[in-house]
């Protein structure tokens, strides 16, 4: 752990929403009193119906279940567009940025977007979509995610955002798990001045076992010239062209499902994460506001991609309904140089910036120039998510990128608790480089050992949390079971994490990153057993075992040791083949680092992998393999040490 502390800057500890104090006192009280620590909170929501009931939860299985004031109802897509209306309707809602420096950027007012919002809605109506129905977005970062997400939510429909970088086998795969008949698309989209043909992506992935899909909105972006199937896919423009701008907001219960995002395990498919509609409103919003200190007219911009979770709750969902003005870049840091992200602070007045380590780190390669060289005067609050970041990254953040000035929350959360779970907040937290400090309101973390037993005071082990919050997952997608499996037997009664995490002396919390088998690649999350399932569908491939290893920039990369079908000799050709193959089975993000073909995998005498082993390999911590003893063959061990290839 580095030793550095950086003090809350005074004028922070004296203005900010939640100081020392505040937190102290609204902390004791969300965990001592719940319910009114709730009712509380959950006035800053626009409720249909007031709730009676706040919170029915139990992580036991007797009677399992997770509700958040169950009796309520509301419309999220209303709270995040109707209710600005009145006083900030002319107030720029979306501030778009285009991949390309020299393409325009937009502004989008709250009036504008809602009635954007309601034409789409109207459309989708018109093309049979109902409360329930599940549709699937997979869009480039344009204003019209944003308005497709809020069109779902108007009518109640649930959306399910694939990453644009998805191949088509993966969209297809995340199209017929959640049985959707209807996909929202685009033509291409931009990154980095690179095409991405969604289009055809999405053409391709229907031609895998998705005969359910009958309709296909297609928004005209890049403005190529893509094929349309009659019949199926409907341009965007011509469509909302037709719709009345008028489209009632649906009440819907506060567990009514909002939206289901696929994310990665340790085993089996990416699973669905399920979630509902009043929790995770008051949960977004809540730790919008007291994290990054917003308050009305300033501009902020989350880097993230509608296609993850933090642009679900950090780029749309919680910025809109708190009326702010909420920054959307397509493009990426590096391109056309390393100066775009500071520029488009710049150009844009910026006030709080949020982004993964991964840009951070990869940006301080290219030197502290490409940042010096832009003003930043407005910048006041940095932040950071989605992978441990690395006290280096984190000094250069502070000293380089915020001029010493900017505090920096560093969240720690994950897509299946929906918002930010542990953090220091901006006034109320001394920062230490690495650490994501304190549990948020209502939020009691623990660590446990092995056993299971509960580490007090400062030490290292499993982080759990013991109490439902109100942005919880509540399901995965079709398979409940699944979700009570997969969460809450590990340690029975308590939600598992998958991270492991340290506290120390002061009671910061420091995550040390997965246990399990999911690695984090450039902050994206990637079970190593899909990585497995892509190479093993290779034909000349007979077994694969993936894990993480250090990388630079990435975080992780992806190790993958490979045994070919014993007629077939591994070659370079074979490398760069099966590197191509993962990339089209799954997307670029989940290309292998580095490839290690081997004779055998070490295993037991059980024929069990053990993949400590592997990691240890992986790790290139060659010297401390561990007791190999009751390995099967121990020379295969010898023969995968020999044979490490190192990053090129
Ligand atoms: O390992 C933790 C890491 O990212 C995982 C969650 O990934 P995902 O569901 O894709 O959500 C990412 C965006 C919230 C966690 O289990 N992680 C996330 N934030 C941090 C982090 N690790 C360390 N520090 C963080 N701030």
Not at 82 to 101: C, F, T
Request: charged residues 25%.
């Amino acid at each position: 752990m580095a030793d550095a502390v950086y003090p809350v800057p005074a004028d922070w500890a004296e203005n900010a929403l939640i100081t020392a104090p505040v937190y102290e006192e609204r902390y004791r009280m969300s965990i001592e009193q719940p319910d009114a620590f709730w009712r509380e909170e959950a006035a800053r929501i626009d409720w249909i119906r007031p709730f009676t009931r706040v919170s029915e939860a139990s992580f036991h299985e007797a009677d399992f279940g997770i509700k958040w004031f169950a009796d309520g109802t509301l419309n999220l897509a209303a709270n995040c567009l109707d209710r600005h209306l009145e006083e900030r309707g002319d107030q720029v809602a979306i501030l778009w940025e285009a991949d390309s420096p020299d393409a325009a950027s937009r502004a989008i007012t709250y009036g504008e977007l809602h009635e954007m919002v309601c034409r789409f809605a109207n459309l989708l109506k018109a093309q049979g979509v109902r409360k329930g129905e599940r549709v699937t977005l997979y869009l480039p970062m344009v204003p019209e995610a944003a308005v497709a997400m809020l069109a779902c939510a108007r009518i109640g429909a649930i959306h399910s955002v694939v990453f644009a970088g998805f191949s088509p086998e993966a969209l297809a795969g995340r199209i017929q798990d959640c049985d959707s008949r209807i996909v929202v698309t685009a033509d291409e989209g931009l990154r980095g001045g690179k095409k991405v043909p969604l289009k055809a992506n999405v053409d391709a992935a229907l031609g895998h076992n998705c005969e359910a899909v009958d309709t296909v909105i297609v928004l005209k972006h890049t403005g190529a010239d893509v094929p349309m199937t009659q019949g199926r896919d409907i341009d965007w423009a011509m469509g909302v062209a037709a719709q009345s701008a008028d489209c009632p907001a649906e009440e819907m219960g506060a567990e009514d499902p909002l939206f289901i995002l696929y994310t990665s395990g340790s085993t089996g498919k990416p699973k669905g994460v399920l979630h509902t509609t009043g929790g995770y409103a008051v949960w977004a919003a809540m730790t919008f506001q007291y994290v990054f200190d917003y308050r009305p007219g300033q501009i902020y911009w989350c880097a993230a991609d509608v296609g993850w979770v933090t642009g679900h709750s950090y780029v749309v969902y919680a910025p809109l309904m708190t009326g702010a003005t909420t920054v959307m870049f397509e493009g990426v840091p590096t391109w056309p140089d390393a100066s775009r992200f500071w520029q488009i602070v710049d150009k844009f007045g910026v006030e709080i910036f949020y982004g993964a380590p991964t840009a951070l780190r990869a940006l301080m390669r290219e030197g502290d120039e490409w940042v010096t060289r832009t003003s930043r005067k407005s910048l006041r609050l940095l932040g950071s998510v989605g992978e441990p970041i690395n006290p280096e990254a984190w000094e250069w953040y502070h000293r380089v990128v915020g001029e010493g000035r900017c505090p920096i929350v560093d969240t720690w959360w994950q897509t299946e608790t929906g918002a930010c779970m542990m953090t220091p907040l901006p006034g109320a937290h001394a920062l230490k480089p690495g650490s994501a400090a304190k549990p948020m309101f209502g939020v009691r973390p623990l660590l446990l050992d092995n056993e299971g037993q509960v580490i007090e005071g400062a030490g290292e082990g499993c982080l759990v949390i013991d109490r439902s919050w109100p942005g919880q997952m509540r399901t995965v997608w079709g398979d409940h079971e699944r979700f009570f499996q997969t969460y809450f037997t590990t340690f029975k009664g308590l939600y598992f994490t998958g991270d492991g995490c340290k506290r120390d002396e002061d009671g910061y919390y420091w995550i040390t990153g997965r246990i399990d088998d999911v690695i984090n690649v450039s902050g994206h999350r990637m079970g190593t057993a899909e990585v497995e399932s892509a190479l093993v569908a290779h034909p000349k491939v007979a077994e694969a075992a993936v894990v993480g290893m250090p990388h630079a920039v990435k975080g992780q990369g992806i190790y993958a040791f490979v045994t070919t079908n014993v007629e077939v000799e591994p070659d370079e050709q074979l490398r760069r083949d099966l590197v191509q193959w993962v990339r089209r089975e799954i997307g670029p993000i989940a290309t292998p680092d580095i490839i290690q073909f081997t004779p055998a995998l070490p295993k037991t005498r059980s024929g069990k992998i053990m993949r400590r082993i592997l990691r240890k390999i992986g790790e290139n911590d060659l010297s401390n393999l561990g007791d190999i003893s009751t390995l099967a063959d121990p020379q295969v061990v010898e023969h995968l040490v020999a044979g490490r290839p190192q990053l090129a």
